[in-house]
């Protein structure tokens, strides 16, 4: 179990941040354009205004729901194996979600994804140790929008082996998408049993749920497949500006949210995340490498903790848009945070411009920076009883630490030895090494590590049952034909 280090709020702010969330979604309630949502709230007694669209949730059901939910669960690798433990103090990682450009290497401009581009990060996450879960990083822009969101996951399904943090665009095409976890996993009750994806879903601030979000909400819940609530206070411009009380909103939002998801099917597997920002006043931007947009996930994981729910939050990415010393301090002040803090999944890995961008060199970088937060909140672990006293008597004051075999015996487990991203070399060694940036060592390990990759990891037949549900969903668009699938 990773040690929790980091709180932000004492634990009576945290009960009245919970106490206000809870008379919010009395007061003045939650809207919902989603009838079904609506229908399940009123059955369980909560009071409907059906001109507004506003439901009024006591806090017996809010009550009844967190007693109903599951304070942690597994996500698996295609192979069967347990990857991802919602639960507890364990952290791990995944890249950002739906990024809308890439980040060109040779230009250092962003340009639109494509399916080649999809796929070589899919790869490149398969490769890195550091992180936990495949995400649907980007939008390809090479095929028509009302796929966009099912094929990034065909996409993924089709290179990856580890578990995928993914999400939906539309009511019909969720359908889809389980379609094809459904195939990937073998049959419904595996997926069921052995999730392999986890669905972010979104209400819209403030305390609002749009018709597509709410249904997706509804139809993961019946079908047990977990979700991530992922709810986005903008404090200033869609909530209060005070940090403290944009918690509270969030708190409300993601409440409802987790009532809707429980009368659906009470027991549904379901995490307590968000991507609220401090919005900037000056350039109208969203920063998620601001400290006071930190500060707030720091105060919603603990909210979420204090309620007995696993934990997601999206941090460790920048707003600088090319890979710079910006980029650099953003993402591992954020990374650090985020692990010091003890959220269960931590996205954002590889990202830049407000979320709106992936780089696969950055999430290389990324990669260590992971590792070294990964490391630090392991702690120090008392190796030898006594501690040293035994050694340091023995050694005296030879201090040849080097040759000594507890030397040998220990450093492995005691240090994190970076990959080349990191140069801890001398200034000869760097010259001799061509004097090269950490960007461009970004750049040698990317393709290092494609040369790498080992998969696929699914059988033909499975592939290509899922190219027949992704092409069927693309003919109802009009596309007739998919993009070719790069080697």
Known sequence: MTP??????DPDTVDRIITEGFELLENPGIRIQNEEALALLADAGARIDRARKVASIPEKLIRDGLDSVPS???????????????????????????????LDRQTGKHKAPTTDDFVKFVKLVETLPQIDAQSTATVCSDVTKEIGDLYRLYLALLYMRKPIVTGAFRKDTWWTMKEMLVVAAGDEDRLRKFPIAVFDVCPSPPLSWS???CQNLIDCSRSGIPVQLVSMPLAGATSPVTLAAAVVQHTAENLSGLVIHQ????????VWGGSPAAFDMRAGTTPMG?????????????VGKKLNLPTHVYMGMSDAKIIDAQCGFESMGGTMMAALMGANMISGAGMLDFETCQSLEKLVIDAEMI????????????RDRPIALDIVQAMGHSGDYLSNPHTRKWYRDEMYMPTEIIDRGSMDAWEGGGSKSTFERAVDRVDLLLG?????????????????????AANKFGMQQLPELPM
């Open 4 to 9: 929790l280090l980091l709180n932000v709020l």
């Open 72 to 102: 942690e669960f597994f996500l698996y690798a295609l192979d069967g194996e347990p990857a991802v433990h919602y639960g507890g103090g364990d952290i791990h990682f995944d890249p950002g979600s739906a990024a809308i450009a890439i």
């Open 211 to 213: 018709d597509l979000t």
């Open 263 to 270: 009368l659906a099917k009470s027991g549904s597997p379901l």
């Open 290 to 302: 601001a400290p006071e947009t930190w500060l707030i996930d720091a105060a919603y994981v603990q």
């Open 371 to 382: 590792a070294l937060a990964k490391r630090t909140v392991s702690g120090i672990t008392l």
């Open 452 to 472: 790498e990759y080992d998969g696929p990891f699914l059988s033909q037949e499975v592939r290509q049952e899922l190219k027949k549900i992704t092409q069927a």
